[in-house]
């Protein structure tokens, strides 16, 4: 019997490879769908997959894809978040690939109603840990983690006592100006930016591994899903993206998640687990590589510093980061402001708002509104 399976960001990169994994599966039916935006991209996802269910936030009511989900007895559900107002009894595990702050609120709610999650949006659990994992625990739902890095920790520790784990080192490729010269920072344009040169990705993404912001989110949701202290985790520059993730145990062997940088083998795999299916990716050649590791340079990447400092000083300093660098990045995106500007905003942002009390889901909304409003450009 197929699952029932609901797409949240479908039109996004990890939710259209999401979609490419489910067109050559006979596993899965697609009951849902939902995006923020990008109605011309969702139309055609509904004519190819009939979903019985459809959400999107802002679209233009003239648009065809309202009148062929009449036609089609498609419920169709659109205004402000969207993703966030659609029935969830008919599913049965969601792939949340939500970009930013706007996928923590239905990674919650999919968890309240019993819902297996595979999880692309770090920043739910970066924003909300503390409030999704013992939901998780007490509904019994299992998390899936999606990134590459996450699912090769979660590849190497099954079947493994995790009392027996020493640390988790954590890869990232150093995204696309690893070599470049410091004091060039200034000029850096949103092309550039966005030119990983390894893997497929979005655009804020994309410029989350260009400042590397996306290995500090990915040490927070370590923390989270693997239930490890900040000391246990280790980040290493890897720029081949060959090794995804390695962990270390006690009795000084390590395990190493290896792969072409390809994020439908991670996606595939949340889907399947702990069982393997073909996929049509290429082998790895071992007789040509040449694997490199080296530490990440603070200066080059200061936000692996700052991460540190917020986790030990803890209260809503993490979500903070997490949410304003949503805005900030935009606003690099919309060229107001330069590369190395980004990271003193956040800093300031941090300032400004930093509590010591941990915040609770209405608490994340509330921050969400004020530093949105704080940080557009006056």
């Known amino acids: 019997m197929k699952k029932n399976i609901f797409v949240f960001g479908s039109t996004g990169s990890i939710g259209i490879q999401t979609l490419d994994v489910?067109?050559?599966?006979?596993?899965?039916?697609?009951?849902?769908?939902?995006?923020?935006?990008?109605?011309?991209?969702?139309?055609?996802?509904?004519?190819?997959?009939?979903?019985?269910?459809?959400?999107?936030?802002?679209?233009?009511?003239?648009?065809?894809?309202?009148?062929?989900?009449?036609?089609?007895?498609?419920?169709?559900?659109y205004g402000d978040n969207a993703?966030?107002?659609?029935?969830?009894?008919?599913?049965?595990?969601?792939?949340?690939?939500?970009?930013?702050?706007?996928?923590?609120?239905?990674?919650?709610?999919?968890?309240?109603?019993?819902?297996?999650?595979?999880?692309?949006?770090?920043?739910?659990?970066?924003?909300?840990?503390?409030?999704?994992?013992?939901?998780?625990?007490?509904n019994n739902v299992t998390i899936f983690p999606v990134d590459s890095e996450h699912s090769a920790i979660y590849q190497c520790l099954h079947g493994e006592d995790a009392s027996e784990l020493k640390k988790i080192i954590l890869t990232g490729s150093g995204g696309p100006?690893?070599?470049?010269?410091?004091?060039?920072?200034?000029?850096?344009?949103?092309?550039?930016?966005l030119n990983h040169p390894n893997w497929d990705m979005g655009k804020k993404i994309s410029i989350d591994s260009a400042t590397m912001m996306n290995k500090a989110l990915e040490l927070v949701e370590a923390l989270w899903l693997f239930n490890v202290n900040l000391d246990q985790i280790e980040i290493v520059i890897h720029p081949q993206s060959i090794v995804h993730s390695m962990v270390e145990?006690?009795?000084?062997?390590?395990?190493?998640?290896?792969?072409?940088?390809?994020?439908?083998?991670?996606?595939?795999?949340?889907?399947?687990?702990p069982s393997r299916r073909n996929a049509s990716v290429k082998s790895l050649d071992f007789t040509k590589m040449d694997l490199q590791f080296s530490k990440p340079d603070i200066n080059r990447y200061p936000v692996l510093g700052l991460v540190n400092e917020l986790i030990n000083a803890g209260g809503n300093r993490v979500p903070i980061m997490s949410i304003a660098n949503d805005y900030i990045v935009q606003q690099f995106l919309d060229e107001k402001i330069a590369f190395n500007?980004?990271?003193?905003?956040?800093?300031?942002?941090?300032?400004?708002?930093?509590?010591?009390?941990?915040?609770m889901l209405e608490d994340l909304i509330k921050?969400?509104?004020?530093?949105?409003?704080?940080l557009e450009p006056k």
């Open 341 to 359: 500007e980004m990271f003193p905003l956040i800093k300031k942002t941090i300032q400004n708002f930093s509590s010591d009390d941990l915040p």
């Open 249 to 273: 145990f006690v009795d000084g062997s390590y395990k190493a998640h290896l792969g072409v940088p390809d994020m439908r083998v991670p996606i595939q795999y949340a889907l399947t687990c």
């Open 83 to 138: 993703s966030s107002n659609i029935p969830l009894e008919d599913i049965d595990i969601a792939v949340n690939a939500i970009v930013g702050t706007a996928g923590l609120q239905p990674t919650i709610q999919l968890i309240e109603n019993g819902v297996d999650v595979a999880l692309s949006n770090k920043e739910s659990l970066v924003l909300g840990g503390h409030i999704i994992m013992p939901l998780a625990r007490k």
């Open 367 to 374: 921050l969400d509104r004020n530093i949105k409003l704080y």
């Open 177 to 193: 100006f690893l070599k470049r010269e410091l004091s060039t920072f200034e000029s850096i344009v949103p092309q550039e930016a």
């Open 22 to 77: 489910l067109s050559k599966s006979k596993t899965y039916n697609v009951i849902g769908l939902s995006c923020n935006s990008n109605s011309d991209l969702l139309f055609e996802q509904i004519k190819l997959f009939k979903p019985a269910l459809v959400a999107i936030n802002n679209i233009d009511l003239s648009h065809g894809l309202i009148k062929y989900c009449e036609k089609k007895n498609i419920k169709l559900i």
